[in-house]
């Protein structure tokens, strides 16, 4: 039972741990369900456009979620959140499990997802509520290290289960693991209260919403994340026309990212969070770079830049909110989150038109089979690069802001 006393205990490792098993819920859903798509499409007689439509269930969930989980945070706390995010991912694996058809699973995937926003919507502040300065940075980069190290973990039991011949329906079931180790831990938990007064409202949130930071880095939140999720989404469909292996080329990048998020707090600690999305832009754009130009082995090399630059870009998006933004409250950080994913979910078909446009193009050119494939992806992953492109030049603008603000300054813009 919850501590009733004045002063409740606040067990922020206990909180933070339970945080990371929900990320790796959130992380397991995405990549176990991509390893059983094959499967779940064969067995149910179901359609690639099916499939994808299951697919979108899962984007549209995570920022109705989130939004919402934002708007009422403060209202009913994060404990209450993470409640319905258990049930909502429960519920939603075990009907995925046991519907044996196309609207059971369109039911089930949007559950799912809504547990994964609700998972964002409370975790986030949640973390920057506990901790301050440099040591809030290093646990959100921290945090968000279990999403590409859970995609890891997840990518790697779905094709040991696969290849050993284990249902789809297994593989399911790996979800509720994390899951109920979640539960077990905020059990009973005492939540943090809102540093900063203001950001418990939504009059204080509202109006350090409109200010010019927080609209700029809106802004620059749509570019980062499709500048990590569009090329992850193509680049494997890419580069398996260039002697590359795209399995390989998705644990290198999920690998790579992980790693780096664990030592986020760290880079933040040196360079300030403008500093290190100032770096990351960069080695994001040589990695696109790279891709839309090497075949082969140079492909893995490019995936060392592109994961070493998307690493920090979420984390350190929603970090700084918090840090530099904090009487946007939990409002802001759930906007600032489901903006990136409303983003990934837009660009998808204009990255496809791109496509469309540029294979066109090649074949035009006499181009055929795997060399069309090739020629014309890499041209796509060209006009990709223009988003990171875009970002040095507005995290070099937000670095000298940030750099020349005086405290009275940057006071007044947090309110």
């Known amino acids: 039972m919850e501590n009733t006393a004045s002063a409740p205990m606040i067990n922020d490792?206990?909180?933070?741990?339970?945080?990371?098993?929900?990320?790796?819920?959130?992380?397991?859903?995405?990549?176990?369900?991509?390893?059983?798509?094959?499967?779940?499409?064969?067995?149910?007689?179901l359609s690639a456009t099916q499939l994808g439509f299951i697919n979108q269930m899962w984007f549209l969930g995570f920022p109705i979620s989130m939004v919402i989980g934002g708007l009422i945070y403060h209202k009913v706390g994060g404990k209450a959140i993470m409640q319905f995010a258990f049930f909502a991912h429960a519920i939603g694996i075990i009907m995925t499990i046991y519907s044996g058809s196309y609207t059971g699973l369109l039911i089930s995937t949007l559950l799912i997802g809504l547990g994964n926003g609700c998972t964002e919507a409370a975790c986030n502040p949640m973390i920057a509520d506990a901790?301050?300065?440099?040591?809030?940075?290093?646990?959100?980069?921290?945090f968000h290290m279990w999403f590409p190290g859970g995609i890891v973990i997840g990518s790697i039991v779905s094709k040991i289960?696969?290849?050993?011949?284990?249902?789809?329906?297994?593989?399911?079931?790996?979800?509720?693991?994390?899951t109920l180790i979640y539960a077990y831990l905020f059990f009973g938990q005492t939540w943090p209260k809102a540093k900063v007064k203001e950001g418990a409202t939504l009059t204080g949130n509202l109006k350090a919403m409109i200010s010019p930071l927080f609209l700029f880095m809106i802004a620059c939140m749509s570019l980062t994340a499709i500048s990590e999720f569009g090329p992850q989404q193509w680049v494997g469909l890419i580069l398996s026309k260039s002697g590359a292996s795209p399995m390989i080329i998705l644990a290198l990048v999920t690998g790579i990212m992980a790693v780096a998020r664990y030592f986020g707090g760290e880079m933040v600690h040196k360079f300030d969070q403008t500093g290190v999305l100032l770096g990351?832009?960069?080695?994001?754009?040589?990695g696109i770079y790279l891709f839309s130009t090497q075949t082969g082995t140079m492909a893995y090399v490019a995936a060392i830049f592109f994961a070493l630059g998307i690493a920090y870009f979420w984390p350190n998006m929603v970090g700084f909110v918090a840090d530099k933004i904090p009487k946007s409250g939990a409002l802001g950080l759930s906007i600032i989150g489901a903006v990136g994913m409303f983003s990934s979910s837009i660009f998808q078909p204009i990255i496809g038109s791109w496509i469309d446009a540029d294979k066109a193009e090649?074949?035009?050119a006499g181009l055929t089979g795997d060399e069309l494939e090739l020629v014309s992806g890499q041209a796509t992953l060209e006009t990709m690069t223009l988003f990171p492109g875009i970002l040095i030049i507005l995290f070099t603008i937000l670095y000298f802001w940030i750099k020349n603000r005086k405290p009275e300054a940057a006071a007044a813009a947090a309110s």
């Open 131 to 142: 901790y301050e300065g440099n040591k809030m940075s290093k646990m959100m980069n921290r």
């Open 362 to 364: 090649a074949a035009a």
């Open 280 to 286: 990351s832009a960069v080695l994001a754009t040589i």
């Open 13 to 45: 490792k206990r909180l933070f741990y339970g945080s990371c098993f929900a990320l790796i819920t959130t992380a397991l859903s995405f990549s176990i369900r991509a390893g059983i798509l094959p499967q779940l499409g064969e067995e149910l007689s």
């Open 161 to 178: 289960m696969t290849d050993m011949g284990m249902s789809w329906e297994s593989q399911i079931w790996v979800i509720l693991i994390p």
